[in-house]
């Protein structure tokens, strides 16, 4: 259910498994095994990513070379490069480049966001020829490499999917702690997990991205507010917590910018806004840069997804046959990813899909809602939306709002289930940050759009 009251919101341990049910994660495709338990993401150097371009390339961390200079004869207008930053988001480690260059931040672009706590490598365009600046900007734990010049820019979901290599650590020893393990990484790589947007979509400190997309969707920018700003959960910082509850008992807006730490950077401009402009709440939610807005309002989606997933497993559905109404998407030949070619399953194609899926040529899709999405189009899952829209209070007709832009969020298709490739144990050793316990490293690529984190739980548990 979504909880969008006023009052603070308390999970009983403050579990990530309590917060993952809070944005509707529920299920695990490897029940009948179990978890090896274990941290991961203790240090950020434990989660590195690497974003797979063309030719399924993965990008190197330290790979540099020395692009040409800009060619008017190519048609050059462009600056590509490989960024890679550490413990950053990529909003922070873009708006920092575009400060520095003193450019906006619009004329940046790239292909997907990548996990704060790691270290990440991605491919980035500036639009103009910035080689010789960007040679020489010097960024804390922003790195620069492999400039060159280029006649197009990188385009969201231009890349094609995104390698990890992971440390869990903190695990308890036992005696068939490898076997486990390697049995788990097996059904996994033969039958693939449930492909559920992860906590970072939704926020793991504040887990309420979607409850903010919720009210943007709804024109209600005051209760957007007081959710981003004012709601408080009990997996945040007490500091921000207490800041958030004196405004919300005492409406003091200048107080509260003293209040309020220096790392609530969104939440201090909408203050800002309030003083100035005092009432006007959709002027404060647009203090926020139009990639974090729909974001917000993406996160929502991804949430009804989640939703649907987790109760189509309630239901005792497969996850891994189809069902009659089912809907399945034919797969790029070069990149394995879903197409817009889809077929209904429980007609006359029934065997051609089948096989399609037996030799992994085809996928099971879920749809994400949006403006376009005609629910008759998928009847199985789209009649597990209408009982989920039913309990949420929320209707048919919820992206028409004057936020939703329809080339934006139109509604698409998604994998169910998701396969990684080349996964392995990398190495079982023990773990020196914990006394008497081992770590596990991991390495594997996914798809874009599928978090890692989704696989990882399934061995942690």
Known sequence: MLHHEQDPYIFKDNSEKEVERFVGIENYTTDG????????KTHFKDFIVKEIVENRRILDIKEDSNGTTFSKELKDRFTI?????????????????????????????????????SISVQRISIRGNYIEKLSKLKLHDIFIRNLHP????????????????????????????????????????????????????????????????????????????KEYVLKTYSTEPDKSRKARNYLKRDGDLKEALKNFPTSLNYERKMIQFLIDTPGDYRGAMYTLSDDLRRLLISSFQSYIFNKMLSLRVKKG?????????????????????????????????????????????ASIVIPIIGKLTNLDDFPLMGSLFREIAKKEKISEAFFQSELVDENKFKGSIRAMTVKPWDLKMVDLAEDNLNKE????????????????????REIIK
């Open 33 to 40: 095994f179990n978890g090896i338990g274990g941290k991961y």
């Open 81 to 117: 490069f490989n960024l890679t930053k550490v413990n950053m988001d990529t909003f922070k480690a873009v708006n920092k480049i575009s400060k520095s260059l003193k450019i906006p931040y619009k004329f940046i672009n790239y292909s997907g966001l990548k996990d704060k706590l």
């Open 150 to 225: 280029a006649k197009n820019p990188v385009k969201l979901g231009d890349h094609l999917g995104n390698n990890f290599t992971i440390i869990i650590r903190n695990i308890k020893n036992s005696k068939n702690l490898e076997t486990n393990c390697q049995s788990i990484l097996k059904f996994v790589k033969d039958f693939g997990f449930p492909n559920y947007f992860g906590l970072q979509r939704f926020g793991s400190i504040r887990p309420n991205s979607h409850i903010v997309g919720y009210f943007l969707l709804q024109n209600d920018y005051e209760n957007a507010f």
């Open 317 to 361: 559905l497969s996850l891994f046959k189809p069902i009659s109404g089912d809907v399945i998407s034919i797969l790029n030949d070069f990149e394995g990813n879903i197409t817009s070619i889809k077929y209904i399953y429980g007609g006359s194609y029934d065997l051609y899909l089948e096989k399609a899926l037996e030799l992994k040529r």
């Open 437 to 456: 316990r081992k770590k596990i490293k991991i390495e594997f690529s996914l798809q874009k759009g599928s978090y890692a984190t989704m696989l990882i």
